[in-house]
């Protein structure tokens, strides 16, 4: 079963790949992937579907956690939760089907956003599955190409976020007794 | 107040301000600006003759005395030589911060001579690590550098720094403070855990003490040792907390595992509750999981929420430094123990432990001819009396150094726990004897790892360490040899070690003395000799060939089925 994570991270170089590198240490292939940056440009929220086996979901959700880049990684698919994917794709339409097309674009909520001799190109957003339908639907009428944007999810639940604060360090020399380990 | 300085001179400025003396490493191309500025800085530098030894010789600094070990590499090569030192430090949880030349920015991504992606190539090797492109970043990357690598779980950290960083100048103020929003510790532990914890403890009827590596990183053993004596539970430490209760402590009932003695073992099996303190239920450790201590309620304290659970689920996880939870934990024991009256259940247990201990203690048979290689261990530890560092490189002779020799004190038996990497005995040695110049440093090394590392008998000449280099010799890969020789029919494929060197003509090479014995009554004048030296010295140890370490549980076994003494190939094979 695919699982929804939310990330909230550090906007730096490298700190996606340390996220997908503990899936892909684990053999595990990811299925979709969504990142941008926060209302904070220091932060990115990313969202991973991915199919983990039950018993390493915990664990590896601890183990993203325990990133230093990252602020709060959190499973959303047992908990109350919004996950969305955007779907552009373009549709050869002849004439005769034209208009079957555009009815069923327009059941699905979809959008024109290109329309040619050739065909239309469409937008559609919605949650994963009744997209899945949409472009079965879609393919029935002949040729399609499709691009999925990947799904992108919110928490219904506020989620506290604790983060650390800042830590006294380096000014004075000769402090080193102090950190034999402990903090 | 801010002075116009180079990167390399900010650099070394960093590294005194967090207290560092010493960096192993060796130099190259990118890193020669920052080579001339150690030229007339007062840091020491420690030039090994191969970078991953530089990686184990901080660690074995490290190791013996708490402070964050450091290793420095040039691009390319030096850089990905680090890496099986970083993955042992990693594995082990020892602060370790590595500095590495990159090519200048501008050719990062162009094939450049000595260019490679240390970034991307030690993500996964370090607890972090960075890339540093602009001279400004450098000061708050340093020091978040030892933040993170000495606090919370320690480990590696890694920082990648380009050649123009080092050459760059820029204006130094000192840093007052880092921020990491990001990362987590937890050091108090939760106290209503805690309370039950304590009381979980006294109602335990067979409670069973089970401390590790993390013990030793939080510098813990006094709050364990009350801890023990408050409880009265028979205690194991793992091969990477030896010496965090001190071997002649009467609760101390040896190592548990694969190798570790029947008393340790049954008692894990036949506890009720297992206090696991900084611990991580190492497979080596468990044996066949369903098997392990099966009628056991967990408690398990630890720094890294990540290992809670990880294994074997917790009954009553703690979050938290031990050196702060373990008083909170004994505080509890005290104000609870007066309500406690008779405790007739681990008066048994104690009795049944007691037993085990009595039926098959860790013993070996003595032979005439040949020097045993627990007779080997038995002579040091008769020696050293629990007070000398011992680095042990991997394999047998590295179990029958923790089952045999006495550790009193924490940080002194340094070993690759977790990875096992072999070649690790005597660089780690050399970085704990330039950590402890007054103190004996013994490694134990097998005929199969100080060959890997040979070439750092130099550095033990060049700074004038005297470590004494233990060789147990039995002319095999000896660990790998005992399982082919128990699963695999005896067919001995590709461990047989011939053509090791003429240890006196070896040693004499480098500069100073070694020596071979191989009658088992020359062996204690031979050590006592060796440890008398005021220099290096090699003792070249020939052993029984084919003795096996024992008691043994075969891989994917019970530890309560573990088998005592030499078997018949086929009975283990079934």
Redesign the interface.
């Known amino acids: 079963m695919l699982q929804i994570i939310s990330i909230l ?2 906007n730096k ?2 700190a996606l ?2 996220v997908t ?1 503990l899936l892909t ?1 684990r053999g595990y292939n990811i299925d979709s992937l969504t990142v941008a940056r926060t209302l904070d440009p220091e932060l990115s929220r990313m969202t991973i579907g991915v199919a983990i086996e039950p018993h390493q979901r ?2 590896l959700i ?2 993203m ?8 990684a959190t499973d959303l698919t047992d908990s109350p939760a919004v996950t969305r994917e955007l779907v552009l794709m373009r549709v050869r339409a002849p004439q005769e089907s034209r208009t079957a097309i555009l009815k069923e674009a327009e059941i699905f909520g979809a959008r024109v956003v290109d329309s040619t001799l050739e065909g239309f190109a469409l937008e559609a957003t919605g949650d994963i599955e009744k997209l899945d339908e949409f472009i079965d639907i879609m393919r029935s009428y002949g040729e399609i190409e499709v691009t999925r944007g990947g799904a992108v999810a919110v928490s219904l639940e506020s989620k506290k976020l ?15 007794e102090e ?5 | 107040m801010s002075q116009l300085m180079s990167g390399a001179k900010i650099l070394l400025e ?1 590294l ?4 560092v003396d010493t960096i192993f490493g060796y130099p190259g191309g990118v890193t020669l600006p920052l080579y001339d500025a150690m030229y007339d800085n007062p840091i020491r530098h420690i030039l090994v003759r191969h970078e991953q030894n530089a990686a184990f010789a901080a660690q074995g600094y490290s190791r013996s ?4 070990g450091v290793c420095c590499a040039t691009s390319g090569p030096g850089a990905t030589n680090l890496v099986t030192g970083l993955v042992d430090a990693m594995m082990d949880s020892i ?1 370790v911060v590595a500095l590495t030349g990159q090519v200048t920015a501008k050719l990062i991504g162009s094939d450049a001579f000595q260019e490679a992606d240390t ?2 190539i030690t ?2 090797a370090t ?3 960075y ?1 540093v492109k602009n001279v400004n970043e450098l ?1 708050q990357v340093i ?2 550098a ?3 690598a ?3 779980r ?1 480990g590696p950290v890694l920082v990648d720094i380009t050649k123009d960083v080092f050459q760059g100048n820029a204006h130094y103020t ?12 937890y ?1 108090e532990g939760h106290t209503g855990q805690i309370r039950r914890a304590a009381q979980m403890m006294l109602e335990a009827e067979r409670p069973m003490i089970y401390a590790g590596g993390g013990i030793v ?3 813990a053993s006094a709050e364990l040792r009350e801890l023990v004596e408050l409880v009265d539970a028979p205690t194991v430490c793992t091969l990477m907390g030896l010496g965090t209760l001190g071997s002649e402590h009467p609760n101390f009932i040896s190592m548990p595992g694969m190798h570790g003695s029947y008393a340790a073992n049954m008692g894990m099996y036949g506890t009720d509750l297992i206090i696991a303190l900084g611990v991580r239920f190492d497979d080596r450790v468990t044996g066949r999981l369903n098997a392990f201590a099966p009628h056991a309620r967990i408690i398990h304290v630890d720094i ?3 290992e809670i ?2 294994i074997r689920n917790a009954d009553l996880p703690i979050v938290g ?1 031990l ?1 702060r939870v373990l008083p909170k934990i004994n505080a509890v024991l005290k104000e609870l123990l007066p309500e406690v009256g008779e405790r007739p259940g681990l008066k048994a247990w104690w009795k049944q432990v007691r037993e085990w201990k009595a039926e098959h203690p860790l013993r070996y048979d003595t032979a005439d001819d040949v020097i045993k290689p627990q007779h080997l261990m038995r002579e040091i530890d008769r020696l050293t009396k629990g007070e000398a560092i011992v680095c042990s490189d991997v394999g047998q002779h590295q179990m029958w150094a923790a089952q045999l020799i006495r550790f009193n004190e924490p940080r002194l038996w340094i070993n690759s726990g977790g990875l096992g990497s072999m070649g690790f005995g005597l660089p780690s040695a050399l970085g704990a004897q330039v950590a402890n110049p007054n103190q004996l440093v013994i490694a134990i090394c097998g005929d199969g790892g100080f060959q890997m590392s040979i070439p750092e008998l130099a550095t033990l000449f060049n700074f004038g360490l005297p470590v004494k280099v233990i060789v147990m010799n039995n002319g095999y890969l000896g660990m790998v040899r005992q399982w082919q020789e128990l699963f695999y029919a005896n067919r001995l494929s590709q461990v047989t070690l011939d053509g090791f060197p003429d240890p006196v003509q070896l040693a004499g090479a480098y500069g100073f003395k070694g020596r071979t014995v191989e009658r088992p009554s020359e062996l204690a004048e031979a050590l006592a000799t060796a440890f008398a030296d005021p220099g290096p010295y090699l003792l070249n140890v020939k052993v029984a060939p084919t003795e096996n370490v024992f008691p043994m549980v075969p891989a994917g076994g019970a530890i309560n089925e573990m088998v005592l003494t030499p078997p018949q190939p086929a009975e283990l094979r079934k």
């Not at chain 2, 005194?16 to 207290?19: D, F, K, Q, S």
């Open positions: 991270l550090e170089t490298g790949m340390r590198g240490a915990r664990q601890k183990h956690n325990k990133l230093i880049n990252v602020l709060q604790r983060l650390s604060p800042p830590v006294p360090r380096g000014a004075e020399e000769g402090k080193s950190k034999n380990g402990v903090i | 960093c005194a301000r967090e207290g005395t708490g402070k964050v602060p970034f991307g993500r996964s607890k972090h690590n890339l000061p020091h978040e030892f933040y993170i000495a606090s919370g320690p000192p840093v007052t403070s880092i921020h990491l929003p990001g990362y987590k510790v050091t990183l939080s510098n890294d929420p990540a659970s990880k430094d050196k």
